[in-house]
């Protein structure tokens, strides 16, 4: 797989918990116009005052997530990132969505070590 940045990486987003579609806090992202899709990452679910947070880990586990493909998010992200706070950190990471490879944005537990 092809290991380039695409050119609307701020127009991707994976979600795994609350943002998700029917999740506690989707109403977040539902007026986003956009691309919802499966696809999968690799790392450590595991959960954080109850909530899920995931770790990223290259050679981790696989699980089935969302991604969001829009291009409001650039301009969501400030909120966004408001919302998941402290507790979590915006980085990039590599999903697979059938064979190719997308690299996008996704919220990190931080204290999961």
């Not at 029917?22 to 696809?39: F, K, N, Q, S, V």
């Not at 909530?51 to 998010?73: C, I, M, R």
Request: some cysteine; aromatic content about 16%.
């Amino acid at each position: 797989m092809p290991h380039t940045v695409d050119d609307n990486l701020d127009q991707h987003l994976i979600v795994y918990g609350t943002l998700v579609p029917g999740g506690m806090y989707h109403y977040l992202l539902a007026d986003l116009p956009g691309i919802w899709e499966r696809c999968v990452i690799r790392g450590y679910m595991r959960e954080y005052w109850g909530f899920k947070a995931f770790q990223y880990d290259g050679n981790g586990p696989e699980h089935s997530v969302w991604l969001l493909t829009s291009p409001g998010l650039p301009e969501k992200f400030p909120e966004l990132d408001a919302f998941e706070g402290e507790p979590y950190r915006r980085i990039i990471i590599p999903a697979r969505r059938g064979i190719r490879r997308v690299w996008a944005h996704i919220y990190e537990g931080k204290y999961l070590e």
